[in-house]
């Protein structure tokens, strides 16, 4: 060990990486990474709409990674269970087509939704104002992922990996993009003692609060990857080395009706 012998790794949380294995070994690079002195979690959406989806899912499980499932995740495995099908965007054909496929999936299938420690929650989207346990809420959600039985409806399981507005009561407005009134970020209702770390939302930009540290900084739209190192309180992140995503390509979000040129984010899918 060359800092810190016997000390606890630090937990570093790093953002939406869908598939920008480039950038996340620049990140490493930037962070100094050790397994020694470093714990990763990310925050889910490792893969989908990047380059390099097959070679990212390959390097966490190499580095002992860990992460919480986003809604792409879940998608990767939906279409490969045939619950789901490829859309255009989608990029991550080669992953379904890799001779260790079943081996990345079943990794992929065993992450959880909500991971606590006694200071904080990682999530990938969000956590609904009710919840007392989160744990609780994701315990059998988790299950049944783990069985390949997505319950897809669930609107726990929604709210976990897509949430973005809500209103006091946790419901969710039909458009998001202006949220209408009496709605707001979810966090703005969250009374929970831990703070929350998430992704999934990359036109919020880093919004670090001492309720939320929201770390997707939009990566894939030639943003930037970052990470935040709880027991530093400090972030680090490198650019986009280029833009692997063009907001142009995605059509406006559903309902019909939406302004036209929504932000890519405005999708349900983001
Ligand atoms: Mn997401």
Redesign the pocket.
Known sequence: MSTGGGARPQRVFIG?VQGCADELDDLLGALDYHPSRHQLWCA??LVNRGPASLRTLRRLVELGAQSVL???DLHLLGVAAGERRLRKNDTFEEVLAAPDCSELLGWLRARPLVQLWDDIALV??GLHPHWDDPRAVAAPLEAEIRRGAIPWRDASLVFL??VRHCDAEGARPQEEFPAPDGFAPWDAHYTGRRLVVC??WAARGLHRTARVHSI?TGCIWGGRLTAWIAEEDRCVSVPARRVYCDPKAFTPAKPSGSPAGSRPDATPE?
Request: aromatic share 0%; charged share 30%; net charge negative.
């Open positions: 939406d889910g959406d986003g809604n792409h990938h989207a990996t897509r992704g999934h997707d983001s």
